[in-house]
């Protein structure tokens, strides 16, 4: 098993790699019906595609997205649907300098010590390229989610010590000595009704942490104050409730929108922290896989600070997640189930 799909009724799975001629995503599960057209993937591709800026790798492809089945005259039909998106801008000759040494940070050493052997060009399937064909799969989810009523605000905010907003000079003095950051996320899910998720080992918030936590780079998570909260107070911490119009909402939100694993109906705050990127120009010390000390100082063209770039697969992870929570929690009251089935008169139950 090596771990490529995720979810459970709208259940992703990722294949490709970074220097292969494509990669994408199957999509199953997604209801029936949805308008779906190759343009709609644009913007969210579009985010995740390096700009060509002070904060991305050289490495530019369209990444224009194929759909290649379960959609027919313009809507989803139920069935699997299959995303194509083509690698249009490998140089595999970039990393045959690394094929026989492993990068310190990056997932080489680990592979090899799993498999016995590794695709190094670019990574394979450990390189930040597979996140593409999440963020494929987070545009279907996201407009499923939209249907509802329910929007997401995704932004980096920090960008190593510095805040986003001022990180502009700090990014280039770390670029031109070869260098790279860490960074951080902060993702919003807006309008996600109270009721989802699961109490015990399906958690929202655990299931929200393990699907950021599955992104290359993410080192840490947090829900509403996250850490935070473990320097807090009950008082300082706890949501006190309120009711406002019939509805039961709260005066704060330290939880981050998830009580008991399920959502409250406040907004759902996560904040994805990236470590620095692994490939950098300067030299560190290494081994060969013959076992033989060496230097080595990656070339190749890599992003300086992931955040950026991911701030879209976190979001589009969040999304795949949240979706699959709420199809789940179709099924968790006999009187929904009921009335999905037309029993308009509830269920039949013995006195
Ligand atoms: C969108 C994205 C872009 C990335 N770009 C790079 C890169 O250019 N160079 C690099 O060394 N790592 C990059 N990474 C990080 C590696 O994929 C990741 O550090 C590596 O797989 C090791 O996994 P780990 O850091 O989760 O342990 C990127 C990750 C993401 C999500």
Request: proline share 5%; glycine share 14%.
């Amino acid at each position: 098993m090596s771990g490529s799909s995720f979810g459970t009724i709208f259940r992703v799975t990722t294949w490709g790699e970074s220097h292969g001629p494509a990669l994408g995503a199957v999509v199953d599960g997604c209801p029936a019906g949805l308008p779906l057209t190759e343009d709609d993937f644009t913007p969210l591709m579009n985010r995740r595609r390096p700009d060509g800026g002070l904060m991305s790798t050289a490495r530019s492809e369209e990444d224009r997205v194929e759909i290649l089945s379960g959609v027919f005259e313009g809507r989803t039909t139920g069935t699997p649907i299959s995303l194509l998106i083509r690698n249009t801008d490998h140089i595999s000759s970039d990393y045959s300098s690394i094929a026989g040494i492993y990068r310190p940070g990056h997932a080489d050493f680990g592979f090899d010590a799993k498999y016995g052997f590794r695709d190094y060009r670019g990574g394979g399937r450990s390189s930040g390229r597979e996140t593409a064909a999440r963020v494929a799969a987070g545009v279907i989810a996201e407009k499923v989610l939209a249907s509802l009523g329910i929007s997401f605000e995704t932004n980096v905010v920090r960008i190593g010590d510095v805040p986003f907003a001022e990180s502009g000079e700090y990014v280039r003095k770390l670029r031109s000595k070869g260098d790279s950051a860490g960074s951080e996320v902060l993702c919003v899910a807006r309008g996600v009704p109270a009721g989802i998720g699961d109490p015990v080992f399906r958690k929202l918030d655990a299931e929200l942490a393990g699907a950021l936590f599955s992104i290359g780079a993410v080192k840490a998570v947090d829900v509403g104050d996250g850490r935070l909260a473990a320097r807090s107070t009950g008082s300082a911490n706890n949501d006190a409730f309120r009711a406002e119009s019939g509805r039961v909402v709260t005066r704060t939100n330290h939880s981050g929108g998830i009580l008991g694993g399920i959502s409250t109906g406040n907004d759902i705050v996560l904040r994805a922290y990236f470590k620095p990127t692994p490939s950098i120009g300067l030299t560190q010390d290494t081994v060969t896989r013959d076992g033989v000390e060496c230097e080595t100082a990656i070339r190749g063209r890599h992003d300086p600070v992931i955040g950026p770039r991911a701030a879209v697969v976190v979001e589009s992870m969040a999304a795949i997640t949240i979706l699959d929570a709420l199809l789940r929690g179709m099924s968790a009251r006999l009187d929904s189930v009921a009335g999905f089935y037309g029993r308009e008169e509830g269920p039949v139950l013995p006195d």
